[in-house]
C-alpha cells in the first residue's frame, strides 16, 4: 500500500521531504506532481523502479525517460549541451518542457535511447519538486503518469492512490498541478524538432 504525503505547494514541510528522500534512496517508486501534470519518479541507478515503470506504463526500450535537474549546473554533467542550444533552452526554463540531448556516461546505458545514446532532461518551475531535488542531491529518473488506458496524465493524488496503490510506494499531493505533460523538443540532431505538444509554448522552437 502506498503512503499518502500532503504537502504545502508553497512551503513544503521538511520532515515529508525527508521521509520522501529516504523512500527514493531506499529503492521506492514515487508518483509526484509537476508544473506539468504527475510523474513517476525513482532514484537514477534503480533498476527495479525503472522495470516497475516500464510495467506500469506499458513502454518499450526506445521510450525516453527524463532526469529532472534542480539546475543547470546539475543538467550539465548528464548532457552535452553547445551554446547555442545552451541559450534556447535557458530562455525558457524552468519551466514545462523537456529537452533530448546527447547524453554523457553518467547517465546509465539503460536509461538511454538504444540507438540514439540520448536522454530526456528538464528544469520544472515546481517548490515541492525543488526542494525534493535539494534533499536528493541527484536528478530524479522520471516518466510522465500516463497509463496506458488514459488519454490524460492522472492530476490527482487521492485518484492516483486508488489506481496505483500497490504499484508505488508514495503518492504526493502538493494542492492543484500541471494537467498537460512537457512540450518535448529534441536537440539531438543539432536544430529543434518539437516532438510533442503540451504545456510549454513550442512556438520559439518552430
Known amino acids: 500500500m502506498a503512503r499518502f504525503f500532503d504537502v504545502h505547494p508553497e ?8 521521509q520522501v528522500v529516504d523512500m527514493l534512496r531506499g529503492g521506492g517508486l514515487i508518483a509526484y506532481p509537476t508544473d506539468s501534470c504527475y510523474a513517476l519518479g525513482a532514484q537514477l541507478g534503480n533498476k527495479e523502479a525503472l ?27 548528464f548532457v552535452n549541451i553547445g551554446n547555442d542550444v545552451f541559450r534556447q533552452i535557458k530562455a525558457v526554463t524552468p519551466g514545462s ?15 538511454l535511447h538504444p540507438k540514439k545514446k540520448t536522454v530526456g532532461v528538464r528544469i520544472p518551475n515546481h517548490r515541492f519538486v525543488h526542494a525534493l531535488l535539494a ?36 503518492v504526493i499531493d502538493s494542492g492543484d498541478c500541471g494537467t498537460e505533460p512537457t512540450t518535448v523538443v529534441d536537440f539531438s540532431g543539432g536544430t529543434a524538432e518539437v516532438v510533442r505538444r503540451g504545456a510549454g509554448d513550442p512556438s520559439r522552437f518552430e
Do not use: M, Y
Not at 512551503?11 to 525527508?18: E, V, Y
Not at 518542457?97 to 536509461?111: D, G, M, N, Q, S
Open 51 to 77: 522495470d516497475r515503470i516500464r510495467t506500469i506504463r506499458q513502454l518499450d526500450n526506445k521510450h525516453h525517460f527524463t532526469l529532472v535537474c534542480s539546475d543547470f549546473a546539475q543538467l550539465g554533467q
Open 11 to 18: 512551503d513544503p514541510q521538511p520532515r515529508a521531504i525527508n
Open 135 to 170: 534533499e536528493l542531491g541527484e536528478p530524479l529518473l522520471t516518466s510522465t503518469l500516463l497509463l496506458p488506458d488514459q488519454e490524460e496524465p492522472l492530476t490527482q493524488g487521492w485518484e492516483i492512490k486508488e489506481r496505483l496503490d500497490n504499484e508505488v510506494d508514495a
Open 97 to 111: 518542457f523537456t529537452f533530448i540531448l546527447p547524453a554523457t556516461k553518467e547517465v546509465p546505458r539503460r536509461l
